[in-house]
């Protein structure tokens, strides 16, 4: 095996199962990159809703494109702090692997058919996918599926939320939060990649992960919104729109006080190339495209330059460290949220269309629990078959709906729901 990149134990290149020796040209977590960048749950993702609709229009951020972003920004940033830039592009990669067919939505869904046996959070389904549902690696011992069988440390980095439901936190204003990352029967390779690990901590290179998908999407958002005419920046010169926002803001996220929320929004409309309209145009569009770099550029310096600061030079990596955010910065990013909350997410609540999302998954999984194997994929089928009782049979189905594009969902929901209920049936 190739030297060691620098920050890095013999332990955390290790595999969950053994694999012979290969040879040196790539390092352990270049491999770990390629094996995500192959799998067909990211592939998956190009068809999955980000936050406004796939199929919205050819501009808006697929689940895939926002991964690929939120993949360069982490790779940028973990390379200025000193982490293995391939452990963090393969954590950011992961990220959304376990998201399901319509984004939170979908989530929020499959959560509420699967309470009886343990839920569904796509956090929890990505450790499932790269360490059991992907199609990679098997024990050969007890001859089961170990899924991409990634290194401890990529694996760590890929887990945002290292704890499971029964222990999850609650948020700053002491609300409860559902977000965990590891269902019951996923614990063994859960707490072996976490050997070694503080207890509910993430690893540098997952706080990494985590806030260039903060940065991404807050920053993305708002740039898919005002191109689509959702969100006119124009508004927030009025106070009491502002006050709204940072309203919003702390009640989806549990945190931020409003004062420093509107002057987090003061900043940044005062800086040059901020604009408060938009006209459709080249020159528009390329302007705001010059501010969501600026703004990315701003968010992530502040952070990298207050981390050094802290630590000075040299490898920061797996449990030796933190990600230093300074509160204006975090301010930012909350109001940046609040603005995609308030002109999008929380207006979407009340639409027809959005809850009919969720009762058509829970009819599909209730259909395909009716029907059992036969109307799974084959290696869902065997799955199911192999399955040891009723509760892992669901889980089973579970896993089969999470997987499937926004289009498939409909496709299946059509094949196996509407067709049996009309009357020609």
Not at 255 to 283: K, T, V
Request: charged letters at 30%; proline letters at 5%; a negative charge.
């Amino acid at each position: 095996m190739s030297a060691l990149p620098d920050g890095y134990a013999a332990s955390d290149v290790e595999r969950y199962v053994q694999e012979p020796p290969k040879q040196a040209q790539r390092t352990p977590f270049e491999r770990d990159r390629a094996r995500i960048v192959h799998a067909s749950a990211l592939r998956r993702l190009g068809a999955k809703t980000q936050v406004l609709g796939a199929g919205t229009g050819d501009f808006v951020r697929t689940r895939l494109t926002h991964t690929l972003e939120v993949a360069q920004v982490g790779r940028s940033l973990g390379k200025i702090l000193g982490c293995d830039p391939d452990v963090v592009d393969a954590a950011c990669l992961a990220h959304d692997l376990g998201h399901p067919p319509f984004g939170h939505n979908g989530e929020r869904a499959l959560d509420e058919v699967s309470r009886e046996i343990g839920g569904f959070e796509g956090n929890a389904q990505t450790l499932r996918l790269l360490t059991r549902l992907e199609p990679k690696s098997f024990d050969p011992v007890t001859g089961e599926s170990v899924g991409l069988n990634l290194t401890r440390a990529t694996l760590d980095a890929s887990v945002k939320y290292p704890w499971t439901e029964d222990a999850t936190p609650t948020r700053p204003d002491g609300s409860p939060t559902r977000k965990f990352g590891v269902y019951d029967d996923d614990l063994p390779v859960f707490r072996w990649l976490r050997e070694g690990a503080p207890e509910r901590a993430q690893s540098f290179e997952a706080q990494v992960m985590d806030l260039a998908d903060d940065i991404s999407y807050s920053v993305h958002d708002v740039e898919d919104s005002v191109v689509h005419h959702t969100v006119s920046l124009g508004v927030l010169r009025d106070h009491g729109r502002a006050r709204e926002i940072a309203a919003h803001a702390r009640q989806w996220y549990g945190r931020g006080e409003p004062e420093a929320l509107i002057a987090a929004l003061d900043r940044l409309r005062a800086e040059p190339w901020w604009m408060d309209e938009y006209d459709g145009s080249h020159r528009d569009l390329a302007r705001l495209k010059d501010m969501t770099s600026q703004l990315i550029g701003r968010l992530v310096g502040r952070i990298a330059s207050a981390t050094r600061e802290r630590y000075g030079d040299g490898p920061l990596t797996r449990h030796h460290a933190s990600l230093v955010i300074p509160e204006e910065t975090a301010d930012e990013i909350l109001m940046l949220k609040g603005i995609a909350v308030h002109f999008l997410m929380a207006p979407r609540e009340r639409k027809h269309a959005y809850r009919q999302q969720r009762q058509r998954l829970a009819d599909l999984v209730g259909a395909l629990v009716e029907l059992g194997d036969v109307a799974l994929e084959p290696h869902f089928a065997a799955m199911y078959r192999e399955a040891a009782d009723d509760a892992a049979r669901t889980r089973v189905v579970i896993d089969q709906v999470a997987s499937l594009t926004d289009k498939s969902a409909y496709d299946w929901h059509h094949r196996y729901v509407a067709r049996s209920r009309s009357p020609r049936s």
